[in-house]
């Protein structure tokens, strides 16, 4: 059975081991080594233990366990605005999800859907009514958010040296739309 709670700083080693295997899986193809951090877990480790340790405001971070194992994480909270928009906005939406990753050896589990529908409610429980994300164009994965009933709204361009890489930014007019849509039950193995 999977169980989804909030991080706690003890999941900081467990949370950082799954996003370096996320963006080794889904961004390595074009996004290069040279963002140090965003391959390395010693980075995502210590950048989790203070996130956990002194959560910033309204965010809420959520891990899925299967027994004492975390098989995804999930983040969210008020719209970062760091993004360089260049079609389109997302001026309207009160709440973003900041990170979604399911180990990948558990892909297709439902996962990703149960974690999303629970940042989404919890999102919801504290009166936020829409939610967005920005997710890469180029992610192969980025069909789950299309599966899930996410409209594109923006595009943006984040600069890493010399390459472009660019951004689409997913949007949910109804949150509880999106809560209904991540309903399904999680599959056992
Ligand atoms: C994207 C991700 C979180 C999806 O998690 P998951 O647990 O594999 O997804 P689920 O099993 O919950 O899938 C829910 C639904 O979306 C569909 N889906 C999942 N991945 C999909 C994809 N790449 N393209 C299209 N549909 C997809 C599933 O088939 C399922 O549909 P169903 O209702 O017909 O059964 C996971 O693939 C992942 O961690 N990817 C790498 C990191 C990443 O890209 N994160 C998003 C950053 S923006």
């Known amino acids: ?26 961004y390595a193809s074009f996004i290069p080594d040279r963002i140090p951090a965003s391959y390395s877990v010693d980075v995502r480790r210590s950048e989790w233990q203070k996130r956990l340790a002194e959560p910033a405001h309204a965010t809420v971070n959520l891990v899925a366990l299967e027994g004492a194992q975390i098989l995804g994480i999930c983040g969210g909270g008020p719209p970062l605005r760091d993004e360089t928009i260049t079609e389109g906005n997302i001026d309207a939406y009160t709440a973003q999800v900041y990170g979604l990753y399911v180990a990948p ?37 980025r069909g789950f ?31 509880g739309g999106l809560i209904e849509a991540c309903l399904n039950e999680v599959k056992t193995e």
């Not at 890493?160 to 109804?174: N, Q, S």
Request: aromatic share 10%.
């Open 105 to 141: 050896d558990h892909y297709g589990r439902g996962i990703g859907r149960l974690l999303l529908g629970r940042l989404a409610a919890r999102l919801a429980a504290s009166g936020h009514r829409n939610l967005c994300l920005w997710a890469f164009e180029l992610n192969a994965y």
């Open 145 to 175: 958010y299309d599966r899930l009933g996410g409209k594109a709204e923006a595009r943006a361009v984040w600069h890493v040296g010399d390459t472009v890489i660019r951004e689409m930014a997913y949007g949910w007019a109804d949150i």
């Open 1 to 26: 059975m999977i169980v989804v709670r909030e991080a706690e700083p003890a999941d900081a080693e467990a949370m950082a081991r799954i996003q370096v295997a996320g963006w080794t899986k889904a």
